[in-house]
């Protein structure tokens, strides 16, 4: 038999063969690290002989294969004959296939379970229930009217999700002193009922404040703003409610409404309101030619919509979503006002955000159900009235 060439290196495998090509004896070869053969990693054989010793015929009696140059030669080893795979090679290649499928599979579950448990739009809303109104935005995105929304399935899935939404309200000066007491006990009532709700109240002073008792699972927390009569009534609680939102809002809910105080809730506002970015339908405005809407149509203000564009005409009385979301939409309010204001032009808190709006698509609509007008006449398309705002209040929007 033959013995190992002097080398720097380790001998790892031996081959013994009378052919040119011999397979390996070990399945662990570190193909990579060989120095003196070519590996075929496809067919499994060696096809170039390293350290090679030759039998009287010229055949290749022995192939000598070394790993690491740096470490120091074992010696003689016995030289092992294989034209096959080794049970061992046949074994761990087995095992390493089941490890893939079973990572494979669980994957597969995981995906598969995520796309079972998700609430489609289908599964709950049903717009053919109402076709005497728009019940789809030609971006896909519902617009809730009564009766489009399945409550029963809405509710199966939302309580699994152990949601927490806020509910902001800034009231100062004689929109506290008369709607706030009526805005806090009717939302208490009808606002997310069976959910943890956290209203935000901010007033221009404690005293203002009612005395009320948070329902089950609601929260208030209150704080005091400075009203600042430079600034409109828009401007100065989109400032705080940013500056909240930044500091603890948005760890403490999943959604977040914001809304004016005056209004009160008349039936349940639940989670078929529920979204990435809601926005409210004007009840003046629904029912109007969109180009009678009163946008924005100077067209060096950021808040321009040109004619023949737009779409609907949206309440500044109400904004929902993520807070992030609305975090966003008030960064880019801001810096409309900014923009604006060094061009010399004032527009409205409203016509940014149907600007917002225009721009950035919302993914749920709220239909004017959710915000009437007292002033105005119920039609027949409104079917329940869930909240009802005083448009007779000095709101400057």
């Not at 031996?14 to 052919?19: D, E, K, M, R, S």
């Not at 009385?317 to 900014?338: A, K, R, W």
């Not at 917002?356 to 915000?371: A, G, I, R, V």
Request: hydrophobic fraction near 35%; aromatic fraction near 12%; proline fraction near 6%.
């Amino acid at each position: 038999m033959d013995s190992a060439p002097p080398h720097p290196g380790r001998p790892i495998l031996y081959f013994l063969n009378g052919t040119k090509s011999c397979r390996p004896a070990s399945p662990r070869c570190p193909c990579r690290q060989l120095h003196h053969c070519d590996w075929d990693f496809a067919s499994c054989i060696i096809k170039g002989p390293a350290d090679v010793t030759t039998s009287e015929q010229g055949t290749v009696s022995s192939l000598w294969l070394y790993r690491d140059p740096e470490t120091e030669c074992l010696g003689n080893n016995p030289l092992v004959s294989h034209s096959a795979p080794s049970q061992e090679e046949m074994h761990s290649k087995r095992k390493m296939l089941l490890l893939i499928s079973c990572v494979l599979y669980f994957l597969f579950i995981k995906y598969h379970f995520r796309d079972e448990v998700e609430l489609r739009l289908s599964d709950w809303f049903n717009p053919r229930k109402r076709p005497d109104v728009v019940t789809t935005t030609d971006w896909l995105a519902p617009v809730i009217w009564e009766g489009t929304f399945n409550r029963r399935v809405l509710e199966e899935y939302y309580r699994g999700q152990d949601l927490t939404i806020g509910l902001v309200v800034l009231a100062t000066g004689r929109i506290a002193d008369q709607y706030l007491e009526l805005f806090i006990q009717s939302a208490n009532k009808h606002f997310m009922t069976g959910y943890r709700v956290i209203f935000y109240i901010m007033v221009d002073a404690m005293c203002r404040l009612p005395n009320l008792e948070p329902g089950p699972l609601q929260t208030f927390q209150v704080f005091t703003i400075r009203e600042d009569s430079r600034e409109d009534f828009h401007l100065m609680h989109m400032k705080n409610l940013a500056s909240h939102i930044l500091g603890h809002i948005q760890d403490e809910v999943d959604f977040l409404f914001s809304m004016t105080a005056n209004r009160v809730f008349q039936n349940d506002f639940g989670v078929e309101t529920l979204g990435t970015s809601v926005a409210q339908l004007h009840a003046w405005w629904y029912f109007k030619d969109i180009k009678d809407f009163p946008y924005e149509r100077r067209f060096r203000s950021a808040a321009c919509i040109l004619l023949g564009e737009g779409d609907f005409y949206y309440d500044g009385s109400v904004v929902g979503g993520t807070p992030l979301e609305i975090l966003d939409f008030i960064q880019e309010y801001l810096e409309g006002m900014i923009h604006d204001k060094e061009n010399g032009l004032n527009s409205t808190y409203e016509r940014y955000l149907n600007k917002y709006f225009f721009t950035h698509k919302p993914t749920k609509l709220l239909s004017p159900e959710y915000s009437w007008d007292t002033a105005l006449q119920l039609p027949a398309q409104i079917w329940l009235v869930k909240a009802a705002q005083c448009s007779h209040m000095c709101l400057h929007t």
